[in-house]
Structures are given as structure tokens and as C-alpha cells.
Nanobody, 115 residues
Framework: VQLVESGGGLVQPGGSLRLSCATS????????MRWYRQAPGKERELVAIIGNDGGITNYADSVKGRFTISRDNAKKTVYLQMTSLKPEDTAVYYCRTTVRLTRYWGQGIQVTVSS
């Protein structure tokens, strides 16, 4: 199982970024996918989750209305569209899935929101 994030970087407050998590090694369409983030000195927190067919999504209160999780099962990729970014969104973002009771994480990607 491999999860590879991309799309991070430096953005000004109020800006937007789209993260991608390309996957391989498992049946993507069978699995829910999650995005987490970890800011310096803080615990890793769940940002968003999407069901295996994309029909169910849920978000942390801190990102509701600003972030959108989506997936393309044909491309085996999950996305996190982030808008109206704030400095407090600065963190390393990770995608995660569970396959046969084992949790798999991507390597993480840095998102920095700063002027």
C-alpha cells in the first residue's frame, strides 16, 4: 500500500490550495479515506473523511465551509480542496486509509499559510 501526497506549499492568507493523495496497492474503491494534519507542537488531528463511494463526507469544525474532500476512484486519488486559508491551517497534511485492519499513512506534505 502506498499513499503519496502532493500539492502543498506556501500560500498567503485567504488563498487556496488543492492537495492530492495518489494511492496504489489496494482496492481504492473499497476504502474510506481521511486527511489529517499536524501543526508544530500539536497533536495530529482529523481534518476530513470521505466514504468509499464519495457519498458521505465529514469535516472538523475548524475547516467546515472552507475545505472540501473528494475522490476519483478511477484515478485512485483523494483530494483536499482548501480555500480561505488561515495561518492556523499551517501544518503537515497526511492522507490515511485502513486496509484489512491496518492503518497506512502517506509521508505528509507541508502547507504553510503566511504573508
Amino acid at each position: 500500500v502506498q499513499l503519496v501526497e502532493s500539492g502543498g506549499g506556501l500560500v498567503q492568507p485567504g488563498g487556496s490550495l488543492r492537495l492530492s493523495c495518489a494511492t496504489s496497492g489496494f482496492t481504492f474503491s473499497d476504502c474510506a479515506m481521511r486527511w489529517y494534519r499536524q501543526a508544530p507542537g500539536k497533536e495530529r488531528e482529523l481534518v476530513a473523511i470521505i466514504g468509499n463511494d464519495g457519498g458521505i463526507t465529514n469535516y472538523a469544525d475548524s475547516v467546515k465551509g472552507r475545505f472540501t474532500i473528494s475522490r476519483d476512484n478511477a484515478k485512485k486519488t483523494v483530494y483536499l480542496q482548501m480555500t480561505s486559508l488561515k495561518p492556523e491551517d499551517t501544518a503537515v497534511y497526511y492522507c490515511r486509509t485502513t486496509v484489512r485492519l491496518t492503518r497506512y499513512w502517506g509521508q505528509g506534505i507541508q502547507v504553510t499559510v503566511s504573508s
